[in-house]
């Protein structure tokens, strides 16, 4: 079965500092990634996405993801945060074998201080 | 274009009772998801609906039901309502499946 790992409950960062939220997922078959963000009392946004192609993508807001297929991993990344960037970032992921289906991680609340 | 429309956003249930929560998709979307979303358990996947057909359904008791109009348009329904439903309900709407999903804003449970 499909699991997503994200390795980090909470990062507490400084404005103006990079990120990395990291994510690892388990799959034997063909997966499509995606990150969604959660702002409080709100639904998710989808952030960006991975179905095929370039391993990098990027989102409009100066966030990207690397797909690595052989460490199984989906880490977001942005080289400078901003205050308006907290909030709560999920990792999913879905396949061929979970028809409209996707599996999250528990989630990384990204903290930025000022 | 509009984005998926969940109605009510708010709702307090008293135990034993039964609800059902509305969800309209994106125009031209035909598949059709839900989660509930709880502190303990995090986002978990309840069921999935394609033209009008459940073709996933989650881990979740039969209390648990929902379907799909001929307009794409899904509710679900919770039946004989327990403390522990109480939770933030997210439908997605998306294309096709294997195409990202796009969320609406919840409908916040609260059972008391």
């Known amino acids: 079965a499909q699991s997503v790992t994200q390795l980090d409950s909470q990062v507490p960062v400084f404005e103006e500092a990079p990120v990395e939220l990291r994510c690892n997922y388990s799959?034997?078959?063909?997966?499509?990634l995606f990150w969604y963000v959660q702002y409080p009392n709100q639904g998710l946004q989808l952030l960006l996405k991975?179905?095929?192609?370039?391993?990098l993508v990027e989102s409009i807001n100066g966030f990207e993801a690397e797909f690595n297929k052989s460490q199984t991993s989906f880490h977001l990344r942005k080289p400078s945060v901003h205050i308006s960037d907290t909030a709560e970032y999920f990792c999913?992921?879905?396949?061929?074998?979970?028809?409209?289906?996707?599996?999250f991680g528990q989630g990384t609340t990204l903290q930025v201080k000022p | 274009k509009a984005g998926v429309t969940q109605t009510p956003r708010y709702l307090i249930k008293t135990r034993g009772q039964q609800v059902t929560l509305s969800c309209s998709p994106i125009?031209?979307?035909?598949?059709v998801s839900w989660y509930q979303q709880t502190p303990g358990q995090g986002l978990q996947f309840l069921f999935e609906?394609?033209?009008?057909?459940?073709?996933n359904k989650g881990n979740f008791p039969g209390r648990f039901s929902g379907r799909q109009f001929s307009n794409s348009r899904s509710e679900m329904n919770v039946s004989t309502l327990e403390l522990g439903d109480s939770a933030l309900y997210l439908c997605?709407?998306?294309?096709?499946?294997?195409?990202?999903?796009?969320f609406g804003q919840g409908t916040r449970l609260t059972v008391v």
């Open positions: 799959s034997s078959v063909s997966v499509y």
């Open positions: 997605a709407s998306s294309i096709e499946q294997y195409t990202e999903a796009f």
């Open positions: 609906y394609f033209s009008e057909t459940q073709r």
């Open positions: 991975y179905l095929s192609g370039s391993t």
């Open positions: 125009s031209g979307h035909r598949s």
């Open positions: 999913a992921v879905s396949g061929s074998s979970n028809t409209g289906k996707l599996i």
